[in-house]
């Protein structure tokens, strides 16, 4: 785990969501030794240990992000991300399902306005 919290940080601090490519090439820029096979091995344990959240559209890489409790509008076009900020839903959610939920994983679909600008009208 010796490039663990350097990964941590610098998703932690980014707002892109970044994919492991794009967290590779940061990282890099500090341990230039550094390989993607690393990169990918810390991503999956910080995941599978609940320290950052991973983001999957369709037919996109994944993309990594921060945990604090955030929701995202997706561009149904170009895959663009962009956080928003709701209110926890989770215990409206545990209300309805009648126990206790892990985590849910928003995502509102849209145009982005690049795309909209290129949508004949
Ligand atoms: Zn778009
Ligand atoms: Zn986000």
Sequence with gaps: MRYGQSILK???SSHEHMTAEQVFFALKEHFPAVVIATVYNNLNSLYRQGRIRKIS????PDRYDRITRHDHLVCCRCGKLS???LSD???DLEKQVGFQIEAYDLKIQ???PECKKKEPS
């Design 83 to 85: 956080d928003i900020f």
């Design 10 to 12: 610098i998703i932690n």
């Design 110 to 112: 849209y145009l982005c």
């Design 89 to 91: 839903l989770t215990a």
């Design 57 to 60: 559209v369709e037919g996109q």
